[in-house]
């Protein structure tokens, strides 16, 4: 099943070395403009301890087959300005159809 398409994304990848040695990200866009659909979901758990629940938000993006995204990448979401780091790229095969890669993300905040 191929996705509808929400919003566009850059990728961005790279870091660079602070004045401290510390290892930061850098903001270079591999790709920009890319049709991507994002979803944020929600699911609840309960601490073990406590019981409280917690909400556990999860967002997942579809991206073209075609995409160069691996894992440490980040997704810029071009309508919000959302970063998100890639926690896993996934790609089903089919032989006859090119699925879109389904990427795991986790949100940072937004772009500055």
Same mark, same amino acid.
């Given at each position: 099943m191929l996705a509808l398409a929400t919003t566009t994304v850059s990728v961005l990848r790279g870091s660079s070395t602070d004045a401290f040695g510390d290892e930061t990200d850098?903001?270079?866009?591999?790709?920009?403009?890319?049709?991507?659909?994002?979803?944020?979901? =929600?699911?609840?758990?309960?601490?073990?301890?406590?019981?409280?629940? &917690?909400?556990? &938000? =999860?967002?997942?993006? &579809?991206?073209?087959?075609? =995409?160069d995204v691996t894992e440490d990448d980040r997704i810029k979401d071009e309508r919000t300005n959302e970063i998100y780091i890639v926690v896993s790229v996934t790609k089903n095969s089919n032989p006859v159809l090119a699925q879109p890669l389904r990427v795991d993300l986790k949100r940072t905040g937004r772009a500055a």
């Open positions: 850098t903001s270079t866009v591999l790709k920009a403009g890319i049709a991507a659909s994002l979803i944020e979901s =929600t699911r609840t758990a309960m601490e073990p301890v406590s019981g409280t629940p &917690r909400i556990i &938000r =999860t967002h997942v993006a &579809r991206l073209p087959a075609t =995409t």
